[in-house]
């Protein structure tokens, strides 16, 4: 069975275009056509590079609280509850860091002359193909704290769809990489 990388919808294997958001699937190319190309995974992210975010996330955390304390005063509620809220947010935040760890896992970018490829190896996998023709354009994503680790994120869209290459080493060299194999 097969699923549009999109919007994960059930697919036959013969189709060329999802039947719902009308996403153009993975077409196979040949292997003699490609003269070179590389293989991307997302880059795990450690706990210590997420502090940045961390930082602003506890701001957000210390005005949910003083908010809290104000409608607990309001309503008569006990402390306990609002300490409980406070920790339930702060681990959620959290989380998200072994939710990265296995969203990526299976995750890798074939990078090649024709195009970009995304392939998800998983028991739903997803494969899809964006050769440079089709692409509309190519946006590259940095904050603080990509930029102190030394990774990135690059959206490379073509029309209402694209590739999103997610927790990139190096990712200006993928960038300009990508730019000049479109103009080409």
Not at 46 to 71: A, C, H, K, R
Not at 85 to 112: A, M, T
Not at 157 to 174: E, F, N, P, W
Request: hydrophobic share 40%; with cysteine; proline share 3%.
């Amino acid at each position: 069975m097969y699923f549009c990388p999109v919007c994960n919808k059930n697919l036959e294997a013969n189709e060329t275009n999802c039947g719902y958001c009308g996403n153009r699937l993975y077409d196979e190319l040949e292997t003699s056509d490609i003269s070179e190309q590389y293989e991307l995974k997302p880059r795990f992210v450690f706990v210590y590079e997420l502090l940045p975010s961390s930082i602003q996330t506890v701001w957000l955390l210390i005005v949910l609280f003083v908010v809290s304390n104000l409608v607990r005063e309001y309503f008569h509620l006990p402390t306990a509850s609002v300490v409980a809220l406070f920790v339930v947010l702060l681990l959620l935040k959290d989380l998200k860091i072994f939710y990265r760890k296995f969203k990526y896992r299976n995750v890798k970018y074939i990078i090649s002359d024709q195009g970009i490829e995304y392939i998800k190896e998983s028991s739903h996998p997803k494969r899809y193909f964006l050769p440079y023709e089709e692409v509309s354009a190519v946006l590259i994503e940095k904050n603080y704290a990509t930029r102190l680790f030394g990774y990135g994120h690059i959206l490379v869209k073509s029309g209402s769809t694209g590739i999103y290459l997610d927790y990139i080493a190096d990712v200006d060299q993928v960038y300009q990489y990508i730019i000049q194999h479109i103009h080409e």
